[in-house]
């Protein structure tokens, strides 16, 4: 068993001798003592410095022990602080109240000072175990939000992943089917990437990737704007309420902000530099038309893009708001 550590002990004793002696027994224990001597004055001292466990006593003019203990129960910060009641006879129906209060405890007043020392070390023992526990448990649930947060984060890039897109995708179509409001999607691509990983290598194409990743963030300004690593050298961003124009617009930013970074890209047959290529496709969507159509047309938009020369974007033709 671990030795208790030094503790901040709240007595409640309305006698000054009881008071004096528990105060002996406490501080020869190690711990800090403080002694309220009426109930209103405990449940003063106790919210104003949480104490570590509370001997109380039952019977106080005024207040006593067993309501001080349910109002200081009620706060959520006492949910741990064990309170041993001290009493002056083990009346069973009193001491039902006080457990029903909230008390851990109790001893008898005058009792051996063996049994008191003994109560109150394993009711901060306990206490101290409770504290421990709580206290990996919240380790854990951070390490597993963590995790949760890393399985949605591409590793190479640090932006939104495949998975990201998804889960995000189907929240914002399902929030513009409710809203009446048009979503945009745009894939985007980097152009001649196979010649840019043949001519200066793997490694110098992930670099690029995560420049061009980073450079695509920067461009999304609006808080529901995202973009995420599609997969390979693919990238898509969906633009939360907003029509095909505005959607044209947010693309050529993410273009022109690819072109003045002029990453050389000696295999590319379109420019000395690395250049991006996009599909736009955006709606209302309404009963029929399906996330993985809008998807599909975007795709299709990109492919066209690429047909007519690379270095541009081209808009879906059949689904626009
Ligand atoms: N360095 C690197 N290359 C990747 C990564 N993911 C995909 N690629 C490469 O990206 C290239 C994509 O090539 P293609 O799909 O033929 O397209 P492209 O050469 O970009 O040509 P266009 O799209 O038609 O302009 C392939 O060579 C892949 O190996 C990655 O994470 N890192």
Redesign the pocket.
């Known amino acids: 068993m671990e030795e208790p550590r030094q503790s901040k002990i709240l007595i409640v004793e309305d006698e000054q001798t009881n008071a004096l002696i528990t105060r002996r027994l406490v501080k020869n224990l190690g711990h800090i003592d403080q002694v309220a001597t009426n109930g209103y004055e405990a449940i003063g001292m106790a919210t104003a410095e949480l104490p570590d466990l509370i001997l109380m006593d039952i019977m106080m003019p005024d207040i006593d022990g067993i309501e001080v203990t349910r109002q200081l129960k009620r706060r959520p910060e006492f949910f741990n602080v064990p309170v041993i009641m001290v009493t002056g006879a083990s009346d069973a129906k009193l001491l039902k109240e006080a457990f029903d209060a909230g008390a851990t405890d109790y001893v008898t007043k005058g009792s051996n000072p063996i049994e008191l020392t003994t109560r109150l070390n394993s009711a901060l023992q306990l206490k101290y175990e409770v504290e421990q526990r709580m206290l990996r448990e919240s380790q854990l649930e951070e390490a597993i939000n963590r995790l949760e947060q890393l399985s949605l984060l591409d590793q190479?890039t640090g932006i939104g992943n495949r998975r990201y897109f998804d889960d995000l995708y189907d929240r914002q179509w399902r929030a513009a089917k409710r809203k009446h409001c048009s979503i945009a999607v745009v894939m985007l691509?980097?152009?001649?990437?196979?010649?840019?990983?043949?001519t200066l290598g793997?490694?110098?194409?992930?670099e690029?990737?995560k420049k061009v990743a980073n450079a695509l963030n920067k461009e999304m300004r609006r808080p529901s704007d995202s973009v995420s690593r599609y997969?390979?050298?693919e990238f898509v961003a969906i633009l939360f309420d907003t029509d095909a124009r505005g959607a044209l617009e947010v693309a050529e930013r993410m273009r022109k902000a690819i072109h003045k970074m002029k990453l050389h890209h000696p295999g590319s047959r379109v420019c000395d530099f690395v250049t991006l290529?996009g599909g736009i496709a955006c709606v209302i969507p309404d009963g029929d038309l399906t996330q993985k159509q809008l998807l599909e047309s975007a795709d299709k938009a990109l492919y066209q893009a690429?047909e007519n020369g690379?270095d541009r974007f081209s808009v879906s033709a059949q689904i626009t708001a």
């Open positions: 190479l691509d980097v152009d001649d990437f196979k010649r840019y990983n043949d793997h490694p110098a194409g992930d690029c990737l997969g390979g050298e290529s690429k690379r």
